[in-house]
């Protein structure tokens, strides 16, 4: 085993499996290049991402972090494929001697763990940044998930999650032992987002929304999970008490197509604009009166800490860690999940009510800020 020692610096190689865009592969990035920085020795590990699903290399070379490409531990998991990606990263974990192995989402937990436990690296982290057994998969392929995790957490020195909630969900599945568990909030790069004031009325000038126009938006990938079609029909609802209102759908993703014809289906031409990717989200959050999120199943949700850090107040479903970000009736509300009725009926409370947005936009704010500043996660891992 290598021994740590003060006399060098700790070599940490962090895994994920693909750095698509969305919280996990931000995460790694800004985490990797901030350790850097404080004197440690790492690397980022990834996968490749599918077609289509954009990526965050932009973001890693903008911050001096040259990701390791290892193309198959970005697919699914695989009895043919992955017996090679965990080779690739055993060789790689013998040679190079790391005295940790941080691993983030499910795939490169499994390979990368493993890879770690057999070329025995003396300190092994997973981290959850939301977990897939619920909304994801089959009964009968959420069961082998589970079986999966609760044979990785006997390899595990620490598991980290994001919150109190995540923890109960992964624990009450009989996934690690307590004393395992270590509680590490999100961490993000908000600079910009805390100016995003010196941008107000770009985005309506660009898209041609009237100033005095109700505006929200959601931003989030194009999928499943994020169950969008909610956000639409409680759009049509609120549209209907409130002609003006307009509503933005801030991503991309395998959705898209049926999203934007659920839209003319709901009689929504005109009041839902589909902007794609965008790198300009401090613009976009300076001119919405709020924002939205209807997932289904969640972590820490980026798209809303960075949001509140824009000062605009938040609408989002009861899941995952979302209430440690919003705090109801404070910073925005908190509704049910698939509820396209509390969704509207919560937007219409803040696009009827400016003043009390503002307000609502500024405490969150004040909470989110340093409290999931990459700074604060960078010093909490680093003490760990």
Same mark, same amino acid.
């Given at each position: 085993?290598?021994?740590?020692?003060?006399? *060098? /610096?700790?070599?940490?190689?962090?895994?994920?499996?693909?750095?698509?865009?969305?919280?996990?592969?931000?995460?790694?990035?800004?985490?990797?290049?901030?350790?850097?920085?404080?004197?440690?020795?790492?690397?980022?590990?990834?996968?490749?991402?599918?077609?289509?699903?954009?990526?965050?290399?932009?973001?890693?070379?903008?911050?001096?972090?040259?990701?390791?490409?290892?193309?198959?531990?970005?697919?699914?998991?695989?009895?043919? *494929?992955? @017996? =090679?990606?965990?080779?690739?990263?055993?060789?790689? %974990? *013998? *040679?190079?001697? @790391?005295?940790?192995?941080?691993?983030?989402?499910?795939?490169?937990?499994?390979?990368?763990?493993?890879?770690?436990?057999?070329?025995?690296?003396?300190?092994?982290?997973?981290? %959850?940044?939301?977990?897939? %057994?619920?909304?994801?998969?089959?009964?009968?392929?959420?069961?082998?998930?589970?079986?999966?995790?609760?044979?990785?957490?006997?390899?595990?020195?620490?598991?980290?999650?994001?919150?109190?909630?995540?923890?109960?969900?992964?624990?009450?599945?009989?996934?690690?032992?307590?004393?395992?568990?270590?509680?590490?909030?999100?961490?993000?790069?908000?600079?910009?987002?805390? #100016?995003?004031?010196?941008?107000?009325?770009?985005?309506?000038?660009?898209?041609?929304? /009237? #100033?005095?126009?109700?505006?929200?938006?959601?931003?989030?990938?194009?999928? /499943?999970?994020?169950?969008?079609?909610?956000?639409?029909?409680?759009?049509?609802?609120?549209?209907?008490?409130?002609?003006?209102?307009?509503?933005?759908?801030?991503?991309?993703?395998?959705?898209?197509?049926?999203? #934007?014809?659920?839209? +003319?289906?709901?009689?929504?031409?005109?009041?839902?604009?589909?902007?794609?990717?965008?790198?300009?989200? /401090?613009?976009?959050?300076?001119?919405?009166?709020?924002?939205?999120?209807?997932?289904?199943?969640?972590?820490?949700?980026?798209?809303?800490?960075?949001?509140? =850090?824009?000062?605009?107040?938040?609408?989002?479903?009861?899941?995952? +860690?979302?209430?440690?970000?919003?705090?109801?009736?404070?910073?925005?509300?908190?509704?049910?999940?698939?509820?396209?009725?509390?969704?509207? =009926? =919560?937007?219409?409370?803040?696009?009827?009510?400016?003043?009390?947005?503002?307000?609502?936009?500024?405490?969150?704010?004040?909470?989110?800020?340093?409290?999931?500043?990459? +700074?604060?996660?960078?010093?909490?891992?680093?003490?760990?």
């Amino acid at each position: 085993m290598s021994a740590v020692s003060p006399s *060098r /610096p700790i070599r940490i190689e962090r895994v994920i499996a693909r750095l698509n865009i969305g919280g996990p592969a931000r995460h790694t990035i800004l985490l990797t290049r901030h350790h850097r920085d404080m004197g440690f020795l790492t690397e980022l590990v990834a996968g490749r991402e599918s077609p289509g699903e954009g990526n965050m290399l932009p973001l890693a070379a903008a911050n001096g972090v040259e990701p390791v490409i290892i193309p198959a531990l970005g697919r699914e998991l695989s009895p043919l *494929r992955d @017996p =090679a990606v965990l080779l690739t990263l055993y060789s790689r %974990f *013998r *040679r190079l001697r @790391p005295d940790v192995v941080c691993t983030h989402t499910a795939k490169a937990g499994a390979v990368g763990r493993v890879a770690a436990w057999l070329a025995r690296v003396p300190v092994r982290v997973h981290t %959850f940044h939301g977990h897939v %057994f619920s909304g994801y998969f089959s009964p009968a392929k959420t069961r082998f998930f589970v079986e999966l995790e609760k044979r990785l957490a006997r390899i595990s020195t620490r598991i980290i999650v994001l919150g109190e909630r995540l923890q109960r969900e992964i624990a009450g599945l009989g996934i690690g032992r307590p004393e395992q568990f270590v509680q590490v909030p999100l961490g993000l790069d908000l600079s910009a987002f805390l #100016e995003a004031e010196k941008h107000s009325g770009e985005l309506r000038k660009e898209l041609a929304i /009237p #100033e005095d126009a109700p505006l929200a938006a959601i931003v989030a990938r194009l999928v /499943p999970i994020k169950n969008h079609a909610v956000f639409l029909r409680a759009a049509k609802l609120a549209s209907g008490s409130l002609p003006a209102a307009r509503f933005l759908i801030v991503g991309d993703g395998p959705e898209r197509a049926g999203l #934007e014809a659920l839209a +003319e289906q709901l009689g929504l031409k005109g009041r839902v604009i589909f902007l794609g990717f965008r790198d300009d989200l /401090p613009r976009i959050y300076a001119d919405c009166d709020a924002t939205a999120l209807s997932s289904d199943n969640e972590g820490m949700p980026v798209a809303l800490i960075e949001s509140l =850090a824009a000062a605009t107040p938040a609408v989002a479903t009861d899941v995952g +860690e979302t209430r440690e970000v919003v705090r109801d009736c404070e910073s925005g509300l908190v509704v049910p999940p698939s509820d396209p009725e509390a969704l509207a =009926a =919560a937007l219409l409370e803040l696009l009827r009510s400016p003043e009390r947005a503002k307000q609502m936009g500024l405490a969150g704010r004040r909470h989110v800020y340093p409290r999931f500043s990459i +700074e604060r996660l960078a010093s909490d891992l680093a003490g760990l």
